[in-house]
């Protein structure tokens, strides 16, 4: 809960305390927070793939504090969308699957034999939405102010994913279960 709460809030807080502050100071401090998180996923960790996000983060703040460049961290969330896109055309073209994970993680009942094969062939979808995502990321950073960067780096892809995952629920339940089972 708590990481989803300072990726939230991680772009609002640091256009609004780069106005107030010196830039490297808030990169700091931000940096500071990064390792902290990373000593903490180092202990907790179930595998090295938990230690992805929290290394990126600091070598992308790293590399901001030390070019005193926002750019650089305007471009943190869209390397996480980039990897995650990577992630998904990797399960795509590889059938992992890994719709149907979250699915089984998430989802209390048990899949009917229809429902499990829809859901296997999710991911491509989440391909797309991912690519749709990370294109709407790049836009933002190189094209828009630094308050819709931010707005869209906390809160705007999270719009675009429950919208994605409706629309994806709601074609599967009306539609998509008759259609990819036959």
């Not at 296997?120 to 990321?137: A, E, R």
């Not at 869209?152 to 709601?170: E, H, K, N």
Request: aromatic fraction near 20%; glycine fraction near 4%.
């Amino acid at each position: 809960m708590v990481p989803n709460l300072l990726a939230i809030i991680f772009a609002p807080a640091f256009v609004l305390l780069i106005h107030y502050f010196e830039f490297r100071s808030v990169v700091f401090v931000y940096l500071l927070m990064a390792t902290i998180y990373f000593i903490f996923k180092y202990f907790k960790k179930k595998s090295y793939k938990d230690m992805v996000i929290p290394s990126i983060n600091i070598v992308a703040l790293s590399t901001a504090y030390y070019f005193s460049s926002l750019q650089t961290v305007k471009y943190i969330p869209v390397t996480l969308s980039t990897i995650f896109l990577l992630l998904f055309i990797d399960a795509h073209f590889n059938k992992r699957y890994m719709i149907l994970g979250f699915t089984k993680r998430f989802y209390p009942k048990k899949l009917t034999k229809e429902e499990e094969d829809f859901v296997k062939k999710g991911d491509g979808y989440w391909v797309v939405v991912m690519l749709i995502n990370t294109l709407i990321h790049l836009y933002v950073v190189n094209f828009c102010s630094d308050i819709l960067w931010a707005f869209y780096s906390s809160v705007g892809w999270y719009i675009l994913f429950f919208t994605a995952l409706a629309v994806q629920i709601i074609y599967g339940k009306v539609y998509g279960v008759k259609v990819h089972t036959r």
